[in-house]
């Protein structure tokens, strides 16, 4: 990332000219030297239909993740936010994730809990932050009703479709689905 180089090179020439260096700058580590990599990659590959923002330009490990999946999914036509958490021992153990659109999905709890299992067992060091969106967007693509935080809506998906996906379009346009009201998101 440019940004991260040249803040390097602003704070060398502070420091060289005796001048005070901002007191919020994130440490160098090797997990951050590691999401710097990462997220060099990602101006190169990030989807289309994905968006990355940090709210602190300060703060790498804390960004804000937009998703607004393809129209021919039940999701699709809305957009969903997510933030993506970078701990001190990434790469070694995955980021968090939550989401913070309600939506009536089996993976994604009321909460805004995810399941996504890169998330949990199958991390690995080799995954990075490109696997993680591009997992985010494949729950949009093929949910897992067998590995469910909603168990609503992954036993209605499972037993009765034509019901989930009305469930799902009713809770997009801003109606109640199972006691629980979702905000108008198409």
Known sequence: MLQVKKKKEEENKRIAEGQPIAQNV???TPGLL???K???DLDKDLPNNAKLVWPDKQVLTKMELTVWPDASTYWGGAKYLFTVE???DYPHQPPKVHCHTKIYHPNIDLQGNVCL???RADWKPVLNLYNI???VLFLFIEPNPNDPLNKQA???MINDIKAFEADVKKSLRGGQVGGEYFPKLI
């Open 154 to 156: 992954a036993s209605q």
């Open 86 to 88: 970078v701990g001190a």
């Open 34 to 36: 590691r999401l710097q």
């Open 38 to 40: 990462d997220l060099e």
């Open 133 to 135: 969106i591009s997992g």
């Open 26 to 28: 994130q440490k160098v």
């Open 117 to 119: 299992n890169i998330l």
